[in-house]
Protein backbone atom coordinates (compact mmCIF):
# COMPACT_ATOMS: atom_id res chain seq x y z
CA UNK A 1 0.00 0.00 0.00
CA UNK A 2 0.94 3.37 -0.01
CA UNK A 3 3.21 5.43 2.67
CA UNK A 4 4.07 8.36 2.82
CA UNK A 5 7.30 9.32 2.12
CA UNK A 6 9.47 10.34 5.33
CA UNK A 7 10.14 14.33 6.02
CA UNK A 8 13.95 14.22 5.30
CA UNK A 9 13.11 11.73 2.05
CA UNK A 10 10.91 14.43 0.67
CA UNK A 11 13.35 17.06 1.30
CA UNK A 12 16.22 15.40 -0.85
CA UNK A 13 13.42 14.23 -3.55
CA UNK A 14 11.78 17.79 -3.96
CA UNK A 15 15.16 19.34 -3.67
CA UNK A 16 13.81 22.54 -3.74
CA UNK A 17 16.80 24.66 -3.39
CA UNK A 18 17.41 24.06 -7.34
CA UNK A 19 14.06 25.43 -8.44
CA UNK A 20 14.61 28.84 -6.56
CA UNK A 21 15.14 30.85 -10.02
CA UNK A 22 11.81 29.95 -11.08
CA UNK A 23 9.65 29.80 -8.32
CA UNK A 24 10.72 32.86 -6.52
CA UNK A 25 9.97 34.85 -9.64
CA UNK A 26 6.97 33.54 -9.22
CA UNK A 27 6.48 34.37 -5.59
CA UNK A 28 7.91 37.31 -6.20
CA UNK A 29 4.86 38.05 -8.80
CA UNK A 30 2.10 36.82 -7.18
CA UNK A 31 3.77 39.60 -3.84
CA UNK A 32 3.66 42.62 -7.09
CA UNK A 33 -0.12 41.86 -7.42
CA UNK A 34 -0.66 43.09 -4.14
CA UNK A 35 1.54 45.87 -4.53
CA UNK A 36 0.10 46.71 -7.70
CA UNK A 37 -3.16 46.46 -5.57
CA UNK A 38 -1.64 49.35 -3.15
CA UNK A 39 -0.13 51.43 -4.60
CA UNK A 40 -2.90 53.42 -6.15
CA UNK A 41 -1.62 56.00 -8.26
CA UNK A 42 1.60 55.35 -7.44
CA UNK A 43 1.78 52.10 -9.10
CA UNK A 44 3.09 53.24 -12.60
CA UNK A 45 6.39 53.72 -11.05
CA UNK A 46 6.37 50.76 -8.20
CA UNK A 47 5.44 47.83 -10.36
CA UNK A 48 8.18 48.17 -12.72
CA UNK A 49 10.50 49.06 -10.52
CA UNK A 50 9.11 45.50 -8.41
CA UNK A 51 9.04 43.51 -11.71
CA UNK A 52 13.45 44.71 -12.49
CA UNK A 53 13.64 43.46 -8.61
CA UNK A 54 12.10 40.28 -8.89
CA UNK A 55 14.36 39.83 -12.58
CA UNK A 56 17.41 40.42 -10.27
CA UNK A 57 16.69 38.39 -7.47
CA UNK A 58 15.85 35.59 -9.84
CA UNK A 59 19.25 36.18 -11.62
CA UNK A 60 20.81 35.90 -8.41
CA UNK A 61 19.72 32.87 -7.42
CA UNK A 62 20.35 31.25 -10.64
CA UNK A 63 23.93 32.15 -10.06
CA UNK A 64 23.71 30.77 -6.92
CA UNK A 65 22.08 27.42 -7.99
CA UNK A 66 23.65 26.60 -11.27
CA UNK A 67 27.38 28.80 -11.12
CA UNK A 68 28.95 25.82 -8.93
CA UNK A 69 27.47 22.67 -10.35
CA UNK A 70 28.31 21.77 -13.55
CA UNK A 71 26.80 18.58 -12.59
CA UNK A 72 23.46 18.53 -12.77
CA UNK A 73 20.89 18.12 -9.95
CA UNK A 74 17.36 16.95 -10.46
CA UNK A 75 14.15 18.30 -8.15
CA UNK A 76 10.49 17.67 -7.47
CA UNK A 77 11.07 13.50 -7.81
CA UNK A 78 12.53 13.97 -11.26
CA UNK A 79 10.38 16.37 -12.53
CA UNK A 80 13.36 19.55 -12.96
CA UNK A 81 16.91 19.52 -13.91
CA UNK A 82 19.30 21.68 -13.03
CA UNK A 83 21.90 21.83 -14.87
CA UNK A 84 24.35 24.42 -17.17
CA UNK A 85 22.12 24.20 -19.81
CA UNK A 86 18.73 25.03 -17.64
CA UNK A 87 21.28 27.99 -16.34
CA UNK A 88 22.51 29.52 -18.89
CA UNK A 89 19.23 29.50 -20.86
CA UNK A 90 17.37 31.78 -17.29
CA UNK A 91 19.89 33.94 -17.81
CA UNK A 92 19.42 34.40 -20.84
CA UNK A 93 15.29 34.56 -20.60
CA UNK A 94 15.83 37.15 -17.18
CA UNK A 95 17.99 39.75 -19.48
CA UNK A 96 15.59 39.55 -22.20
CA UNK A 97 12.80 39.63 -19.82
CA UNK A 98 14.20 42.94 -18.37
CA UNK A 99 14.84 44.66 -21.69
CA UNK A 100 10.95 43.93 -22.55
CA UNK A 101 10.15 45.24 -19.16
CA UNK A 102 12.20 48.47 -19.90
CA UNK A 103 10.36 48.91 -22.98
CA UNK A 104 6.62 47.87 -21.86
CA UNK A 105 7.67 50.69 -19.25
CA UNK A 106 8.10 53.41 -22.54
CA UNK A 107 5.38 51.87 -24.20
CA UNK A 108 2.49 52.26 -20.78
CA UNK A 109 3.86 55.78 -20.85
CA UNK A 110 3.47 56.93 -23.97
CA UNK A 111 0.10 55.22 -24.69
CA UNK A 112 -0.99 56.93 -21.11
CA UNK A 113 -2.19 53.12 -19.79
CA UNK A 114 -0.78 52.46 -16.07
CA UNK A 115 -1.66 49.07 -15.87
CA UNK A 116 -0.11 47.01 -13.56
CA UNK A 117 -1.21 43.62 -14.72
CA UNK A 118 1.06 43.82 -17.81
CA UNK A 119 4.27 43.40 -16.11
CA UNK A 120 2.55 40.63 -13.96
CA UNK A 121 1.62 38.93 -17.10
CA UNK A 122 5.40 39.61 -18.51
CA UNK A 123 7.09 38.02 -15.56
CA UNK A 124 4.67 35.07 -15.32
CA UNK A 125 5.23 34.12 -19.00
CA UNK A 126 8.91 34.52 -18.31
CA UNK A 127 8.87 31.94 -15.26
CA UNK A 128 6.64 29.49 -17.61
CA UNK A 129 9.85 29.55 -19.98
CA UNK A 130 12.08 29.13 -16.74
CA UNK A 131 10.15 26.33 -16.04
CA UNK A 132 10.40 24.51 -19.82
CA UNK A 133 14.18 25.04 -19.89
CA UNK A 134 14.35 23.06 -16.70
CA UNK A 135 11.29 20.88 -18.05
CA UNK A 136 12.53 16.65 -16.85
CA UNK A 137 9.21 15.16 -17.65
CA UNK A 138 6.28 15.63 -20.86
CA UNK A 139 3.96 17.18 -17.85
CA UNK A 140 6.60 19.97 -16.87
CA UNK A 141 6.77 20.23 -20.73
CA UNK A 142 2.88 20.55 -21.32
CA UNK A 143 2.25 23.03 -18.34
CA UNK A 144 5.00 24.99 -18.28
CA UNK A 145 4.68 25.92 -22.14
CA UNK A 146 1.04 26.77 -21.04
CA UNK A 147 2.34 28.67 -18.52
CA UNK A 148 4.58 30.55 -20.83
CA UNK A 149 2.05 30.80 -23.39
CA UNK A 150 -1.90 32.04 -22.01
CA UNK A 151 -0.35 35.12 -20.56
CA UNK A 152 1.39 36.17 -23.83
CA UNK A 153 -1.91 35.71 -25.87
CA UNK A 154 -3.14 38.51 -22.69
CA UNK A 155 -0.31 40.38 -23.77
CA UNK A 156 -0.97 40.07 -27.33
CA UNK A 157 -4.22 41.22 -27.20
CA UNK A 158 -3.34 44.28 -24.54
CA UNK A 159 -4.77 47.68 -26.36
CA UNK A 160 -6.58 48.36 -29.13
CA UNK A 161 -7.02 52.15 -30.26
CA UNK A 162 -9.64 53.52 -31.87
CA UNK A 163 -8.61 56.50 -34.83
CA UNK A 164 -10.54 59.44 -35.24
CA UNK A 165 -13.12 57.84 -37.76
CA UNK A 166 -14.16 55.09 -34.86
CA UNK A 167 -12.21 52.43 -37.04
CA UNK A 168 -9.68 50.50 -35.43
CA UNK A 169 -6.02 51.60 -35.86
CA UNK A 170 -4.35 48.79 -34.00
CA UNK A 171 -4.92 45.32 -34.27
CA UNK A 172 -4.02 43.94 -31.10
CA UNK A 173 -7.34 42.44 -29.91
CA UNK A 174 -7.43 40.76 -33.33
CA UNK A 175 -3.53 39.64 -33.19
CA UNK A 176 -4.16 38.16 -29.48
CA UNK A 177 -6.99 36.18 -30.89
CA UNK A 178 -5.22 34.40 -33.97
CA UNK A 179 -2.11 33.50 -31.68
CA UNK A 180 -4.66 32.19 -29.27
CA UNK A 181 -6.32 29.65 -31.69
CA UNK A 182 -2.81 28.63 -33.31
CA UNK A 183 -1.71 28.23 -30.11
CA UNK A 184 -4.62 26.09 -28.17
CA UNK A 185 -4.61 24.06 -31.25
CA UNK A 186 -0.63 23.39 -31.57
CA UNK A 187 -0.61 22.84 -27.58
CA UNK A 188 -3.22 19.85 -28.60
CA UNK A 189 -0.96 18.45 -30.73
CA UNK A 190 1.71 18.57 -29.01
CA UNK A 191 0.26 17.10 -25.34
CA UNK A 192 -1.13 14.25 -28.49
CA UNK A 193 2.08 14.05 -29.20
CA UNK A 194 3.13 13.58 -25.40
CA UNK A 195 0.37 11.01 -25.17
CA UNK A 196 1.56 8.52 -27.63
CA UNK A 197 4.67 8.91 -26.01
CA UNK A 198 3.48 8.05 -22.88
CA UNK A 199 1.81 5.05 -24.02
CA UNK A 200 4.79 3.83 -26.00
CA UNK A 201 7.37 3.97 -23.03
CA UNK A 202 4.83 3.47 -20.14
CA UNK A 203 6.70 6.63 -18.80
CA UNK A 204 6.71 10.52 -19.18
CA UNK A 205 10.08 11.05 -17.54
CA UNK A 206 12.56 12.39 -20.24
CA UNK A 207 15.60 10.03 -19.10
CA UNK A 208 13.59 6.98 -18.45
CA UNK A 209 11.95 7.28 -21.90
CA UNK A 210 15.74 7.13 -23.12
CA UNK A 211 16.15 4.30 -20.81
CA UNK A 212 12.95 1.94 -22.59
CA UNK A 213 13.33 4.01 -26.14
CA UNK A 214 15.90 1.22 -27.85
CA UNK A 215 13.43 -1.64 -26.37
CA UNK A 216 10.56 -0.55 -27.69
CA UNK A 217 12.45 0.48 -31.24
CA UNK A 218 13.89 -3.17 -31.09
CA UNK A 219 10.64 -4.78 -30.80
CA UNK A 220 8.95 -3.14 -33.41
CA UNK A 221 5.38 -3.40 -32.42
CA UNK A 222 2.54 -1.14 -32.25
CA UNK A 223 4.81 0.41 -29.25
CA UNK A 224 7.13 1.35 -31.93
CA UNK A 225 4.29 2.99 -34.24
CA UNK A 226 3.25 5.26 -31.41
CA UNK A 227 6.63 6.24 -30.72
CA UNK A 228 7.09 7.82 -34.21
CA UNK A 229 3.69 8.90 -34.49
CA UNK A 230 4.32 10.67 -31.13
CA UNK A 231 7.61 12.05 -31.69
CA UNK A 232 6.04 13.44 -34.69
CA UNK A 233 2.95 15.06 -33.68
CA UNK A 234 5.47 16.41 -30.92
CA UNK A 235 7.52 18.13 -33.37
CA UNK A 236 4.46 19.65 -35.23
CA UNK A 237 3.53 21.14 -31.47
CA UNK A 238 6.87 22.97 -30.70
CA UNK A 239 7.13 23.34 -34.41
CA UNK A 240 4.09 26.25 -34.44
CA UNK A 241 5.46 27.60 -30.77
CA UNK A 242 8.99 28.58 -32.46
CA UNK A 243 7.42 29.55 -35.29
CA UNK A 244 9.40 27.13 -38.16
CA UNK A 245 7.60 26.80 -41.97
CA UNK A 246 5.17 24.95 -42.01
CA UNK A 247 4.14 26.15 -38.92
CA UNK A 248 4.33 29.71 -39.08
CA UNK A 249 1.94 31.06 -40.92
CA UNK A 250 0.32 32.94 -37.93
CA UNK A 251 3.79 34.46 -36.90
CA UNK A 252 3.27 37.78 -39.40
CA UNK A 253 0.32 38.83 -38.43
CA UNK A 254 0.71 38.30 -34.64
CA UNK A 255 4.17 39.91 -34.54
CA UNK A 256 2.50 43.13 -36.50
CA UNK A 257 -0.70 43.15 -34.34
CA UNK A 258 0.35 43.01 -30.84
CA UNK A 259 1.75 46.22 -29.26
CA UNK A 260 6.01 46.18 -30.00
CA UNK A 261 7.37 44.93 -26.42
CA UNK A 262 5.30 41.83 -26.62
CA UNK A 263 6.57 40.79 -29.86
CA UNK A 264 9.94 41.46 -28.72
CA UNK A 265 9.17 39.11 -25.75
CA UNK A 266 7.30 37.01 -27.64
CA UNK A 267 9.86 36.87 -30.49
CA UNK A 268 12.42 35.38 -27.52
CA UNK A 269 11.33 33.75 -24.86
CA UNK A 270 8.27 32.10 -26.98
CA UNK A 271 11.52 30.66 -29.10
CA UNK A 272 13.84 29.84 -26.44
CA UNK A 273 10.85 27.46 -24.43
CA UNK A 274 10.08 25.77 -27.09
CA UNK A 275 13.63 24.96 -28.64
CA UNK A 276 14.50 24.13 -25.26
CA UNK A 277 11.90 21.56 -25.08
CA UNK A 278 12.74 20.26 -28.63
CA UNK A 279 16.19 19.75 -27.83
CA UNK A 280 15.65 17.91 -24.36
CA UNK A 281 13.24 15.71 -26.03
CA UNK A 282 14.53 15.18 -29.02
CA UNK A 283 18.42 15.25 -27.90
CA UNK A 284 17.63 13.70 -24.45
CA UNK A 285 14.77 11.15 -24.52
CA UNK A 286 15.15 10.16 -28.07
CA UNK A 287 18.79 10.18 -29.33
CA UNK A 288 18.04 6.67 -29.79
CA UNK A 289 15.14 6.37 -31.98
CA UNK A 290 17.24 4.99 -34.93
CA UNK A 291 15.65 3.23 -37.40
CA UNK A 292 18.62 1.69 -38.98
CA UNK A 293 21.44 0.38 -36.90
CA UNK A 294 23.66 2.57 -36.20
CA UNK A 295 22.75 5.84 -38.25
CA UNK A 296 21.45 8.87 -37.26
CA UNK A 297 18.66 9.66 -35.71
CA UNK A 298 15.18 8.61 -37.18
CA UNK A 299 14.27 12.92 -36.88
CA UNK A 300 17.09 14.19 -37.93
CA UNK A 301 15.35 14.08 -41.77
CA UNK A 302 12.51 15.58 -40.60
CA UNK A 303 14.42 18.59 -39.15
CA UNK A 304 16.60 18.96 -41.49
CA UNK A 305 13.98 19.36 -44.45
CA UNK A 306 11.79 21.52 -41.85
CA UNK A 307 15.12 23.70 -41.23
CA UNK A 308 15.89 23.97 -44.67
CA UNK A 309 12.43 25.42 -45.59
CA UNK A 310 12.37 27.71 -42.74
CA UNK A 311 15.46 29.06 -43.95
CA UNK A 312 14.49 29.93 -47.68
CA UNK A 313 10.60 30.93 -46.80
CA UNK A 314 11.72 33.31 -44.01
CA UNK A 315 14.31 35.07 -45.90
CA UNK A 316 12.78 35.16 -49.36
CA UNK A 317 9.59 36.23 -48.13
CA UNK A 318 11.16 39.42 -45.49
CA UNK A 319 12.30 40.92 -48.59
CA UNK A 320 9.13 42.25 -49.76
CA UNK A 321 7.80 43.36 -46.65
CA UNK A 322 7.59 47.32 -45.99
CA UNK A 323 6.47 46.98 -42.81
CA UNK A 324 9.31 46.93 -40.13
CA UNK A 325 7.36 44.90 -37.79
CA UNK A 326 6.81 42.14 -40.27
CA UNK A 327 10.19 42.54 -41.75
CA UNK A 328 11.39 41.49 -38.58
CA UNK A 329 8.45 38.55 -38.11
CA UNK A 330 9.87 36.48 -41.02
CA UNK A 331 13.66 37.54 -40.08
CA UNK A 332 12.81 35.96 -36.43
CA UNK A 333 11.20 32.39 -38.97
CA UNK A 334 14.55 32.71 -40.69
CA UNK A 335 16.57 32.95 -37.51
CA UNK A 336 13.76 30.02 -35.94
CA UNK A 337 15.35 28.10 -39.32
CA UNK A 338 19.28 28.32 -38.08
CA UNK A 339 18.98 26.84 -34.68
CA UNK A 340 16.91 24.25 -36.30
CA UNK A 341 20.03 23.69 -38.45
CA UNK A 342 21.78 22.91 -35.31
CA UNK A 343 18.89 20.95 -34.05
CA UNK A 344 19.09 18.81 -37.02
CA UNK A 345 23.11 18.43 -36.58
CA UNK A 346 22.52 17.51 -32.58
CA UNK A 347 20.91 14.16 -34.16
CA UNK A 348 24.38 13.00 -35.38
CA UNK A 349 25.76 10.67 -32.97
CA UNK A 350 28.88 12.13 -31.45
CA UNK A 351 27.98 16.07 -32.45
CA UNK A 352 24.82 16.27 -30.14
CA UNK A 353 27.26 18.60 -27.69
CA UNK A 354 28.56 20.70 -29.98
CA UNK A 355 25.33 21.26 -31.97
CA UNK A 356 23.37 21.91 -28.55
CA UNK A 357 26.37 24.70 -27.77
CA UNK A 358 26.33 26.54 -31.03
CA UNK A 359 21.69 26.54 -30.62
CA UNK A 360 22.64 28.15 -27.30
CA UNK A 361 25.32 30.58 -28.50
CA UNK A 362 22.66 31.82 -31.65
CA UNK A 363 19.81 32.14 -28.61
CA UNK A 364 22.04 34.34 -26.89
CA UNK A 365 23.02 36.93 -30.31
CA UNK A 366 20.09 36.34 -31.33
CA UNK A 367 18.17 38.03 -28.20
CA UNK A 368 20.43 40.59 -27.81
CA UNK A 369 20.20 42.03 -31.23
CA UNK A 370 16.64 41.41 -31.71
CA UNK A 371 15.14 43.41 -28.74
CA UNK A 372 17.12 45.54 -29.79
CA UNK A 373 16.16 46.21 -33.03
CA UNK A 374 12.37 45.70 -31.81
CA UNK A 375 13.19 48.81 -29.44
CA UNK A 376 14.79 50.97 -32.26
CA UNK A 377 11.31 50.45 -34.10
CA UNK A 378 9.66 51.47 -30.61
CA UNK A 379 11.45 54.57 -31.42
CA UNK A 380 9.98 55.67 -34.65
CA UNK A 381 6.75 53.90 -34.39
CA UNK A 382 3.92 56.24 -33.00
CA UNK A 383 1.51 55.04 -29.65
CA UNK A 384 -1.34 55.30 -32.46
CA UNK A 385 0.57 52.43 -34.40
CA UNK A 386 1.54 53.93 -37.25
CA UNK A 387 5.23 55.33 -38.36
CA UNK A 388 6.60 51.40 -38.73
CA UNK A 389 7.47 51.24 -42.15
CA UNK A 390 10.34 51.14 -43.79
CA UNK A 391 9.96 53.89 -45.77
CA UNK A 392 9.67 56.05 -41.93
CA UNK A 393 12.98 55.16 -41.14
CA UNK A 394 14.72 57.44 -44.31
CA UNK A 395 16.81 60.04 -43.11
CA UNK A 396 17.43 58.72 -39.05
CA UNK A 397 20.73 58.75 -39.72
CA UNK A 398 20.94 62.93 -40.45
CA UNK A 399 18.47 63.37 -37.20
CA UNK A 400 19.35 60.98 -34.78
CA UNK A 401 22.91 59.84 -35.21
CA UNK A 402 23.09 57.78 -32.45
CA UNK A 403 20.51 55.65 -32.86
CA UNK A 404 20.72 55.09 -36.27
CA UNK A 405 24.35 53.74 -35.91
CA UNK A 406 22.73 51.13 -33.23
CA UNK A 407 20.14 50.21 -35.62
CA UNK A 408 22.78 48.90 -38.24
CA UNK A 409 25.18 47.44 -35.77
CA UNK A 410 21.87 44.77 -35.09
CA UNK A 411 21.25 45.08 -38.77
CA UNK A 412 24.49 43.72 -39.18
CA UNK A 413 24.57 40.65 -36.53
CA UNK A 414 21.27 39.88 -37.86
CA UNK A 415 23.04 39.18 -41.42
CA UNK A 416 25.87 37.62 -39.43
CA UNK A 417 28.84 40.00 -39.95
CA UNK A 418 31.83 39.51 -38.14
CA UNK A 419 32.82 41.22 -34.95
CA UNK A 420 28.83 41.17 -34.36
CA UNK A 421 27.70 38.98 -32.21
CA UNK A 422 25.18 37.40 -34.76
CA UNK A 423 28.10 36.19 -36.73
CA UNK A 424 29.69 33.99 -33.73
CA UNK A 425 26.23 32.13 -33.27
CA UNK A 426 25.87 31.72 -37.06
CA UNK A 427 29.77 30.49 -37.22
CA UNK A 428 29.39 27.47 -34.38
CA UNK A 429 25.86 26.71 -35.46
CA UNK A 430 27.19 26.04 -39.16
CA UNK A 431 30.47 24.81 -37.90
CA UNK A 432 28.49 21.96 -35.90
CA UNK A 433 26.51 21.54 -39.42
CA UNK A 434 29.15 20.69 -40.94
CA UNK A 435 31.07 18.34 -38.27
CA UNK A 436 27.54 16.53 -38.05
CA UNK A 437 28.23 15.68 -41.69
CA UNK A 438 25.04 18.21 -42.92
CA UNK A 439 26.98 20.03 -45.57
CA UNK A 440 24.47 20.77 -47.39
CA UNK A 441 22.47 22.49 -45.24
CA UNK A 442 25.19 24.26 -43.95
CA UNK A 443 25.40 25.46 -47.23
CA UNK A 444 22.09 26.62 -47.65
CA UNK A 445 22.58 28.60 -44.42
CA UNK A 446 24.98 30.71 -45.95
CA UNK A 447 23.69 31.22 -48.66
CA UNK A 448 20.47 32.52 -47.31
CA UNK A 449 22.47 34.60 -44.85
CA UNK A 450 23.62 35.96 -48.07
CA UNK A 451 20.07 36.75 -48.92
CA UNK A 452 19.27 38.14 -45.82
CA UNK A 453 21.57 40.36 -46.15
CA UNK A 454 19.31 41.79 -49.03
CA UNK A 455 16.40 43.31 -46.46
CA UNK A 456 18.85 44.34 -43.62
CA UNK A 457 21.38 46.20 -45.08
CA UNK A 458 18.32 48.34 -47.28
CA UNK A 459 17.37 49.33 -43.51
CA UNK A 460 20.63 50.65 -43.51
CA UNK A 461 20.58 52.07 -46.84
CA UNK A 462 17.29 53.82 -45.77
CA UNK A 463 18.83 55.32 -42.72
CA UNK A 464 22.09 56.79 -44.47
CA UNK A 465 21.51 56.87 -48.01
CA UNK A 466 17.93 57.80 -48.86
CA UNK A 467 16.90 61.95 -48.78
CA UNK A 468 14.24 62.56 -46.34
CA UNK A 469 11.36 65.39 -46.55
CA UNK A 470 14.07 67.42 -45.04
CA UNK A 471 11.95 67.20 -41.65
CA UNK A 472 13.88 65.93 -38.79
CA UNK A 473 12.53 62.78 -37.06
CA UNK A 474 11.32 63.92 -33.76
CA UNK A 475 12.50 61.75 -30.74
CA UNK A 476 9.61 60.09 -29.30
CA UNK A 477 11.14 57.28 -26.94
CA UNK A 478 11.55 57.74 -23.03
CA UNK A 479 14.60 57.11 -21.35
CA UNK A 480 13.64 53.76 -20.66
CA UNK A 481 13.92 52.09 -24.52
CA UNK A 482 17.32 54.35 -24.71
CA UNK A 483 18.32 51.81 -21.68
CA UNK A 484 17.01 49.12 -23.43
CA UNK A 485 18.88 49.95 -26.66
CA UNK A 486 21.87 50.51 -24.93
CA UNK A 487 22.14 47.10 -22.97
CA UNK A 488 21.16 45.40 -26.54
CA UNK A 489 23.97 47.37 -27.55
CA UNK A 490 26.46 46.03 -25.61
CA UNK A 491 25.36 42.42 -25.34
CA UNK A 492 26.17 42.47 -29.17
CA UNK A 493 29.20 44.10 -29.45
CA UNK A 494 30.90 42.40 -26.36
CA UNK A 495 29.93 39.19 -27.17
CA UNK A 496 30.85 39.85 -31.12
CA UNK A 497 34.02 41.01 -30.28
CA UNK A 498 35.20 38.99 -27.28
CA UNK A 499 34.07 35.67 -29.50
CA UNK A 500 35.39 33.27 -27.04
CA UNK A 501 33.37 34.37 -24.07
CA UNK A 502 30.24 33.08 -25.46
CA UNK A 503 31.81 29.57 -26.37
CA UNK A 504 33.61 29.35 -23.27
CA UNK A 505 29.95 30.23 -21.35
CA UNK A 506 28.30 27.37 -22.97
CA UNK A 507 31.43 24.56 -22.70
CA UNK A 508 30.18 23.09 -19.52
CA UNK A 509 26.44 22.30 -21.82
CA UNK A 510 26.12 18.77 -22.47
CA UNK A 511 22.40 17.20 -22.87
CA UNK A 512 22.82 14.24 -24.83
CA UNK B 1 -12.12 -6.71 -21.46
CA UNK B 2 -12.25 -4.31 -24.77
CA UNK B 3 -8.86 -4.14 -26.21
CA UNK B 4 -6.47 -1.23 -25.97
CA UNK B 5 -6.83 -0.39 -29.91
CA UNK B 6 -10.76 -0.09 -29.64
CA UNK B 7 -9.43 2.96 -27.51
CA UNK B 8 -7.27 4.67 -29.34
CA UNK B 9 -8.87 4.34 -32.17
CA UNK B 10 -11.74 6.73 -30.43
CA UNK B 11 -9.20 8.63 -29.31
CA UNK B 12 -7.76 9.11 -32.76
CA UNK B 13 -11.03 9.56 -34.20
CA UNK B 14 -11.97 12.27 -32.21
CA UNK B 15 -8.89 14.10 -32.40
CA UNK B 16 -9.54 14.10 -36.17
CA UNK B 17 -12.94 15.36 -35.84
CA UNK B 18 -11.28 17.97 -33.61
CA UNK B 19 -8.59 19.20 -36.18
CA UNK B 20 -11.05 19.48 -39.27
CA UNK B 21 -13.26 21.33 -37.28
CA UNK B 22 -10.66 23.88 -35.95
CA UNK B 23 -9.27 23.84 -39.53
CA UNK B 24 -13.17 24.24 -41.22
CA UNK B 25 -15.28 26.39 -39.03
CA UNK B 26 -14.75 30.20 -39.30
CA UNK B 27 -16.43 31.26 -36.04
CA UNK B 28 -13.70 31.63 -33.47
CA UNK B 29 -16.04 30.06 -30.68
CA UNK B 30 -16.30 27.11 -32.94
CA UNK B 31 -12.65 26.77 -33.05
CA UNK B 32 -12.60 26.63 -29.31
CA UNK B 33 -14.74 23.90 -29.49
CA UNK B 34 -13.09 21.61 -31.44
CA UNK B 35 -9.74 22.14 -29.86
CA UNK B 36 -11.40 21.12 -26.82
CA UNK B 37 -12.41 18.05 -28.37
CA UNK B 38 -9.16 17.31 -29.18
CA UNK B 39 -8.14 17.68 -26.04
CA UNK B 40 -10.58 15.36 -24.87
CA UNK B 41 -9.01 12.62 -27.01
CA UNK B 42 -6.02 12.93 -25.45
CA UNK B 43 -7.24 12.31 -22.19
CA UNK B 44 -8.76 9.18 -23.44
CA UNK B 45 -5.73 8.46 -24.43
CA UNK B 46 -3.83 8.67 -21.11
CA UNK B 47 -6.17 7.17 -19.15
CA UNK B 48 -6.56 4.21 -21.84
CA UNK B 49 -2.43 4.02 -21.95
CA UNK B 50 -2.40 3.94 -18.14
CA UNK B 51 -5.22 1.56 -17.80
CA UNK B 52 -3.48 -0.59 -20.32
CA UNK B 53 0.24 -0.42 -19.26
CA UNK B 54 2.05 -3.50 -17.35
CA UNK B 55 3.30 -0.85 -14.84
CA UNK B 56 -0.10 0.69 -14.48
CA UNK B 57 -0.80 -0.07 -10.21
CA UNK B 58 -2.18 2.40 -7.37
CA UNK B 59 1.44 4.31 -7.03
CA UNK B 60 1.88 4.90 -10.68
CA UNK B 61 -0.27 7.34 -11.58
CA UNK B 62 1.54 9.26 -14.14
CA UNK B 63 -1.34 8.58 -16.77
CA UNK B 64 -4.08 10.34 -14.11
CA UNK B 65 -1.99 12.90 -13.64
CA UNK B 66 -1.45 14.04 -17.00
CA UNK B 67 -5.35 13.60 -17.62
CA UNK B 68 -6.16 15.85 -14.51
CA UNK B 69 -3.42 18.45 -15.74
CA UNK B 70 -4.69 18.47 -19.28
CA UNK B 71 -8.53 19.31 -17.95
CA UNK B 72 -7.02 22.20 -15.92
CA UNK B 73 -5.11 23.67 -18.93
CA UNK B 74 -8.01 23.44 -20.81
CA UNK B 75 -9.95 25.68 -18.28
CA UNK B 76 -7.86 28.05 -18.04
CA UNK B 77 -7.44 28.26 -21.82
CA UNK B 78 -10.77 28.60 -22.43
CA UNK B 79 -11.42 31.44 -19.50
CA UNK B 80 -8.78 33.37 -21.42
CA UNK B 81 -10.18 32.95 -24.98
CA UNK B 82 -13.54 33.35 -24.52
CA UNK B 83 -12.32 36.68 -22.80
CA UNK B 84 -9.87 37.70 -25.84
CA UNK B 85 -13.01 36.65 -28.36
CA UNK B 86 -15.48 38.67 -26.24
CA UNK B 87 -13.36 41.95 -26.60
CA UNK B 88 -12.85 40.98 -30.36
CA UNK B 89 -16.58 41.06 -30.68
CA UNK B 90 -17.26 44.20 -28.59
CA UNK B 91 -15.00 46.01 -30.85
CA UNK B 92 -15.82 44.23 -34.28
CA UNK B 93 -19.51 42.28 -34.09
CA UNK B 94 -17.85 39.49 -35.34
CA UNK B 95 -16.09 36.47 -34.08
CA UNK B 96 -14.81 35.34 -37.48
CA UNK B 97 -10.91 36.01 -38.05
CA UNK B 98 -11.03 36.19 -41.88
CA UNK B 99 -13.78 39.38 -41.03
CA UNK B 100 -11.09 41.08 -38.57
CA UNK B 101 -8.92 41.40 -41.77
CA UNK B 102 -7.07 44.07 -40.94
CA UNK B 103 -3.87 42.51 -40.64
CA UNK B 104 -2.44 40.96 -43.67
CA UNK B 105 0.20 40.66 -46.14
Do not use: Q, W
Given at each position: MFESPTIAEFVTQSNLASTLPGTLLVAWTLLLVLVDLFAGDEREHWTP????LGLGVSFVANLFVYAPAADQQTA??????????TGFLNIVILVATLLAVLMSRDYLMRAGIHRGEYYILTLLSSAGAMFMVAANDLIVVFVALELLSIPLYILAAFRSIKNDGGE???????????????????????????????GASGTTNIPQILEVAPAVVDAASSA????????????????????????HMWTPDVYEGAPTPVTALMSVTAKIGGFAALLRILV????????????VAAWQTTISIIAALTLVLGNFVAISQRNLKRMLAYSSIAHAGYIMVALAAAGTAGSADSATQGALVYILAYMFTNLGAF?????????????????DITGLARSRPLLAMAMTIFMLSLTGIPLTAGFVGKFMVFAAAVQAGLVGLAVIGVLTSVVSAFYYMRVVVNMYLRDSSGELLPALETVYVRWAINIALAGTLIFGIF????????????IA | MVPLWMYLAVAAALFSLGVFGALSRRNAVAVLMSVELMLNAVNINLVAFWRYSETSTDLLLNGY??????????????????????????????????EAAALKG
Open positions: LGACLYGMFIADAFLALKSEESGMKYFILGAFSSAFLVFGAALVYTFYLVVGTALLIVGLGFKVAVVPFTALSVLLLVDGGAVVMTIERVDGGGGNIDYPLASNLVSMVS | AFTAFVLIVAAAEAAVGLAIIITVYRNRRSVIPE
